[in-house]
C-alpha cells in the first residue's frame, strides 16, 4: 500500500493564450526575448476539475516529464505555484521553448503527495521526504541513463534509505505507466 497519492496534470508551456481547460494560468515576464510572453498552462488529466495536489500544503515530491524524457524532480512543502513560478518556469520555458524553437510544449506534471508528521520538525520533515526525492532521481537515472535534464542539484540523506528505495521504486513504476 502506497505511503502517498498521486494527481497528474497537463503542463503546457504556450508562446501565446492557451487552448486548454485551464486550473490555473501563471503568467510568466518575458525572459529569453523582449518580445516573447510566456504562459503555464496546468490543467486537470482526469475529467473532474482537481487542483488540490498543487494548492495543498502537504508535503510534495513533483516529476515534470515530456514523454519518456524526464525534466525535473522536485519538493514543495506548500502551493506548488510559488515553486513553478521560482525560476523552474523559466528553465522549461527556455530548454524547451527557445533552444528548440516550439510555440507550445506539452509537459506532464506528476504530484505525489505526502501525509504531515506531527511528530517531526519541519527540518525533519523535509529531509525524509528529500531522501525520497533523491532516490526517484537515482532511480531515473538508472532507468533512463540520463540525469533529469533541469536537475541541478540532489540533496542527499542517509536517514530512512531503505524505506525512501521502496517508496521511490513505487513511484517510478507509476511514472512509467
Known amino acids: 500500500m502506497s505511503d502517498f497519492w498521486v494527481s497528474r496534470y497537463a503542463m503546457s508551456i504556450v ?3 492557451g487552448q486548454y481547460d485551464i486550473i490555473k494560468t501563471l503568467d510568466l515576464e518575458p525572459f529569453l526575448k523582449e518580445e516573447d510572453r ?3 498552462n496546468i490543467s486537470s488529466s482526469k475529467e473532474e476539475n482537481h487542483s488540490s495536489g498543487l494548492e495543498s500544503g502537504q508535503p510534495k515530491i513533483f516529476v515534470i516529464k515530456s514523454e519518456k ?3 525535473y524532480v522536485g519538493y514543495a512543502s506548500e502551493s506548488m505555484f510559488p515553486r513553478i513560478t521560482k525560476g523552474l518556469a523559466a528553465s522549461l520555458a527556455k530548454a524547451y521553448m527557445k533552444d528548440r524553437e516550439l510555440e507550445t510544449k506539452e509537459l506532464d506534471l506528476y504530484i505525489f503527495e505526502f501525509m504531515l ?3 517531526f520538525s519541519k527540518t525533519e520533515t523535509r529531509q525524509y521526504y528529500q531522501s525520497i526525492q533523491s532516490e526517484l532521481i537515482y532511480l531515473i537515472k538508472a532507468e533512463t541513463g540520463t540525469w ?5 542539484q540532489i540533496n542527499l540523506w542517509n536517514e530512512n534509505q531503505e524505506e525512501a528505495k521502496e517508496i521511490a521504486y513505487e513511484m517510478i513504476l507509476i511514472l512509467k505507466s
Open 117 to 119: 508528521f506531527a511528530d
Open 148 to 152: 533529469p535534464i533541469l536537475q541541478k
Open 69 to 71: 524524457e524526464f525534466s
Open 38 to 40: 510566456y504562459l503555464i
Open 15 to 17: 508562446k501565446d493564450e
